[in-house]
């Protein structure tokens, strides 16, 4: 009984609830998301300095909404500091028309019109102790002004963290609430992004997890891993694959490793699993993940799995 009265306890304590709109979600065990200056190198663990996530709102929202940022500053206490803090970056928030159906939006590549849709707020953050460790709020947002996605199941915010400048590593997070003052959740409301970066935990004892969703579409995934650093293994399980490995990639490097998707594992999630290193501690690792289809097309990740988390079933792997 102890035990369930400090959990609940903790989950007052710090806002979030069990189905809360996080990202990283807290079933993902993930810390933080990160996203370098624009002058950074990539070897610390960030390909182009970018990340984009979207966020859906349940048609049946009516009352505004807020996109809110923990930590968004540079130079605080959970920021990667690289010698002198130099470090910008831009948060912005786009809604409308092609918001997300522009396919450069989609994309885990910075091409094209990635920015699409129309601009409703950005601002920038440099080294402000104000907001360590404290919420940003960005909004209030209409969800009618969201891009109306049916096959999403409501209108589509989106969001870009881009280091415009300086070479440190900014660790934050999302929340997508109700009130600008604190974590309220939206119901039914998720968060998703293409290209996945994030920070590991430190302690090695953890196993992180994300959910990418393979459509009716899917018959093949390549799953890439950028700079993993020997920070232990990545495995694959969905209901046909029982923790399949994935190749893990050096530092600085990508790489790929192609899997078949059978017909059961079709409009469902998969979950990649991310276990630490037990034998080498490995610090302030970041990493990025991203899978595509057979047609190189980016599979989107649910902080919130589509359908649940995916159970591995004997049956399906012997037909």
């Known amino acids: 009984m102890k035990r369930y009265v400090l959990i609940i306890s903790f989950i007052l304590n710090t806002g979030l609830g069990l189905f809360s709109q996080?990202?990283?979600a807290i079933d993902?065990?993930?810390p933080y998301l990160m996203t370098f200056g624009g002058n950074a190198l990539t070897s610390w663990g960030d390909d182009d300095f970018c990340q984009i996530f979207f966020c859906v709102i349940p048609s049946s929202q009516t009352d505004p909404v807020y996109i809110r940022v923990y930590d968004p500053d540079t130079g605080g206490d959970l920021d990667e500091v690289k010698g002198e803090l130099n470090t910008i970056v831009n948060f912005s928030v786009y809604a409308g028309k092609g918001c997300w159906s522009d396919?450069?939006?989609?994309?885990?590549?910075?091409?094209?019109?990635?920015?699409s849709g129309y601009l409703l707020i950005s601002k920038s953050f440099g080294v402000d102790m104000k907001y360590n460790k404290k919420w940003y709020s960005f909004g209030p947002f209409n969800p009618s002004e969201g891009e109306y996605v049916e096959k999403l199941?409501?209108?589509v915010?989106?969001?870009?963290?881009?280091?415009?400048?300086?070479?440190?590593?900014?660790i934050y997070k999302y929340f997508l609430s109700t009130s600008p003052v604190e974590n309220v959740a939206v119901e039914g409301g998720n968060f998703f992004t293409y290209k996945y970066h994030f920070r590991l935990p430190d302690d090695q004892k953890q196993v992180c997890q994300i959910y990418p969703y393979a459509d009716d579409k899917t018959i093949s995934i390549q799953v890439s891993n950028f700079d993993?650093?020997?920070?232990?293994?990545?495995r694959l399980f969905s209901v046909a694959k029982n923790g399949i490995f994935c190749d893990v990639s050096g530092d600085n490097l990508w790489t790929v490793r192609e899997f078949p998707i059978v017909a059961e594992e079709r409009n469902s999630s998969i979950e990649i699993q991310?276990?630490?290193?037990?034998?080498?501690?490995?610090r302030n690792n970041n990493v990025v993940v991203a899978v595509r289809n057979?047609?190189?097309?980016?599979?989107?990740?649910?902080?919130?799995?589509?359908?649940?988390v995916p159970v591995y079933s004997p049956k399906i792997r012997m037909k």
């Open 228 to 234: 993993w650093d020997n920070d232990g293994i990545i």
């Open 28 to 30: 993902e065990n993930i």
């Open 22 to 24: 996080s990202a990283p």
């Open 294 to 308: 057979q047609y190189g097309v980016s599979l989107p990740f649910y902080v919130v799995p589509i359908g649940g």
């Open 157 to 170: 915010f989106k969001i870009i963290a881009q280091g415009i400048s300086g070479d440190d590593g900014n």
């Open 274 to 282: 991310f276990i630490k290193n037990k034998s080498v501690k490995i």
């Open 103 to 115: 396919t450069a939006a989609q994309s885990i590549y910075l091409t094209g019109n990635y920015k």
């Open 153 to 155: 199941g409501g209108r």
